[in-house]
C-alpha cells in the first residue's frame, strides 16, 4: 500500500549551521514525538546534503532528498550535479520539474522525463512535480495542463519504474502565497491524476502511488488536506523550514 510523505523542500534558503540546527531540531522532534508510520524526507540544498545525511544516520523514518539533478550521467556540464553523485552522499529521492524549474529555468516535460529515468537508473525515486498556474485554472484548462505534464514526463517509464514515483500535485497559484487549494481542489486533482495512471499502466498500480500536495501547507490546514483519500501527503516549502511547523505538518496523518 502507499506511503504518507512528508516532504520538506527547503529551496534555496538557510546557510549550513542554521540548515544543521534545523535538521537536528526536526529529527529530535520526529524521534520524541511522532507516533505515524509517515516517511519524513529532508530536501536540503545540495551544499547541505553531506552534513543532513549524517544527522539523520540510521534513521528508518527520516530520509534524505535533493532538488534537483542533471539528466546527464557526467562530463562537461558546469555547475551540474548527477544522480550518481547524489547517490554517493546518501540521497534516496529527488525532487524533478518543481514549478520553479519549470518556470524560471524553463525546464520542460521532455527534460523532465530524462531527468526522472536519469534518477530511476541511479535507483533512486523521482519526486515528480506538476501543477497549473492561476490563468490555467481560470481557463479550466488545468486537467489537460497536468495531464500533459504527467503523461509527457512519465508515461515512458515501464511498470516496475512508475511504481517507484511519488507525485507531487503543486498549483503554482498556492505555492508560497499563502493561498491553500481547498481539500476539495486537491483531492480532485488527485483522484484525476490517480486515474490517469490507472488507465495507462492498471489500478493497482495507481492506488501505490503516493500523490503528495503542496502549496501553503501548514499546521493548520495539513490535517484536513491529509484526509482526502486521494492526498497521501505534502510537499512542504515554507512551513519545512520551522521545526515546530513541520513537526506538526508530519503529526497530522
Ligand atoms: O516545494 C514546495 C512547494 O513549492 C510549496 O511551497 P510552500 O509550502 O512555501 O507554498
Redesign the pocket.
Known sequence: MRKNIAAG?W?MNLDLASGKKLASEVINMVNDEVQNDAEVILIPPFTHLTVVKQLIGSSTSVHLGAQNCSDQKGGAFTGEISTEMLQSVGVEYV?VG???RREIFGEDNALLAAKTKAVLAQGLKPIY?CGEKLETREANQHFDLNKAQIEEGLFDLSKADIQKVVI?Y?PVW????GVTASSDQAQEMHQFIRGLIAEKYDQETADGISILY????KPDNAKELFSQPDVDGG??????LKSRDFTDIIKSF
Open positions: 523542500n529551496k525532487v518543481h514549478s520553479e512535480c507531487a503543486e498556492a505555492i508560497g502565497t503542496g502549496g501553503s501547507v510537499l512542504v516549502g515554507g512551513a519545512s
